[in-house]
């Protein structure tokens, strides 16, 4: 009976769920319909952020960079000139060791030559005697050919081939009285300048023979530095590239170890290197071990073989533009905004350049500012701006919606307050 009652009343329910379902959908598309569409904004493109530099031209007297190692302008080989035992050799003729002009470095034993020295003085004045007495027979034979006959009398008469032979006798002896005393002197070896020892070979004791390597000096009164140029810098040195100029006074700086040197370049060599088609040019280094100070070494001394970098101080440009190396692109181009805030590629001409910088004469124009932060895509007209400009306008952006935000206030104020 109650399953029945049951079948009964399901047939009852449905317009009920049906009326609930129509309903919901009704009041949902209602509300959809009330609900307004958001509004939709469109967001401006902005240009591309730039960091901008304003040009400044001015003269400026170029430096050019360049290194080399110090070296002795001159370095002497100590060579014996006679044989002999070495008797004396000085306390400075070490390996560094520092003499002045005309000091005894090395002594040979003399005893030999000086016996040949008075050997030849003695045939020296044998050999004048004899000229004497031959001088002497001649003017007996001239007497008596003149008491005995009569005429000119024959040279072989007046013994002029004798006195001849007695003349050449007595320089010959000359010579080898001479040539005793070089030998004798030869056994003191002497320094022919100031400067210092690099190496020795010799010790005392030791028996040398005619042309033994004794040492090696160096003079330390001038340094030298060789310094490599490439050919483009000649003519900032007022070098034609031709060579017309090899003499040059210019100064130039030494640096190595925070410490500093001043030297004067001199010369170039003239001849270019094949391997790195460089040119070398000379800086001296007056004094580089302070040796002439006065109150003492008033600054470190400059060794030979130190490494040092130079900058040598060269010609006095016209007012130019001094362009970090990277803002330089291929074919000379640089760029730039204008006046209008486009970008702009200017062709410049160059008055020089090197590794940093390269130096622009002219090729911009007035109102131009040099575009100094990378762009990926840099294009001839392309808008740009600076942060100043997107500060300036974030701040409007931001008065306007304040504005704006004030008005809604006002209106929905107004509104509640109408009746």
């Not at 919606?401 to 104020?413: K, Q």
Request: aromatic letters at 4%; charged letters at 20%; glycine letters at 6%.
């Amino acid at each position: 009976m109650k399953i029945n009652n049951l079948q009964n009343n399901k047939p009852r329910q449905w317009p009920w769920v049906i009326a609930i379902c129509v309903s919901a959908v009704a009041v949902a598309v209602a509300l959809s319909m009330a609900r307004q569409a958001p509004e939709k904004k469109t967001e401006p493109r902005l240009p591309p952020l730039v960091e901008l530099q304003t040009p400044k031209f001015q003269a400026m007297q170029y430096q050019l960079a360049s290194q080399g190692t110090v070296q002795a302008k001159t370095e002497t080989s100590l060579v014996s000139e006679v044989s002999g035992k070495i008797v004396t050799i000085a306390d400075v003729f070490v390996a560094g060791g520092f003499f002045n002009k005309g000091d005894l470095l090395i002594q040979v034993e003399q005893a030999d030559y000086k016996t040949a020295v008075k050997t030849a003085e003695a045939a020296l004045a044998n050999a004048k005697a004899m000229l004497e007495e031959e001088k002497a027979r001649a003017k007996v034979a001239e007497r008596d050919w003149l008491n005995y006959t009569a005429g000119k009398a024959p040279a072989l008469g007046l013994r002029k081939p004798q006195l001849a032979s007695a003349l050449a006798k007595v320089q010959s002896a000359e010579a080898d009285v001479e040539r005793a005393m070089r030998d004798l002197n030869r056994t003191e070896i002497r320094a022919p300048y100031t400067g210092m020892v690099k190496s020795r070979a010799a010790n005392l004791g030791q028996f040398v023979s005619r042309g033994n390597q004794l040492g090696v000096i160096l003079e330390t009164t001038v340094a030298e530095v060789r310094l490599p140029l490439p050919l483009s810098d000649l003519a900032d040195l007022g070098i034609n590239v031709n060579g017309s100029r090899q003499t040059l006074d210019l100064p130039v700086q030494l640096s190595a170890d925070d410490q500093r040197w001043q030297a004067t370049l001199v010369r170039t060599e003239g001849v270019l290197d094949e391997k790195s088609r460089v040119i070398y040019a000379v800086a001296e280094v007056q004094d580089p071990y302070q040796r002439s100070a006065s109150n003492g070494a008033e600054r470190a001394p400059l060794r030979f073989g130190q490494f040092v970098n130079a900058t040598i101080s060269g010609r006095q440009s016209a007012p130019v533009l001094q362009l970090p190396r990277h803002l330089l692109k291929p074919e000379n181009i640089v760029l730039v905004a204008d006046q209008a805030m486009k970008l702009q590629l200017r062709n410049v001409t160059l008055d020089r350049a090197d590794q940093q910088y390269a130096y622009v004469v002219s090729g911009l124009e007035s109102g131009d500012q040099l575009v100094v932060s990378p762009l990926a895509n840099p294009l001839a007209g392309l808008q740009v701006r600076t942060a100043s400009d997107s500060a300036n306008t974030s701040s409007a952006a931001s008065d306007n919606a304040d504005n704006t935000t004030v008005d809604n206030n006002t209106t929905e104020n107004n509104t509640g307050n109408t009746p």
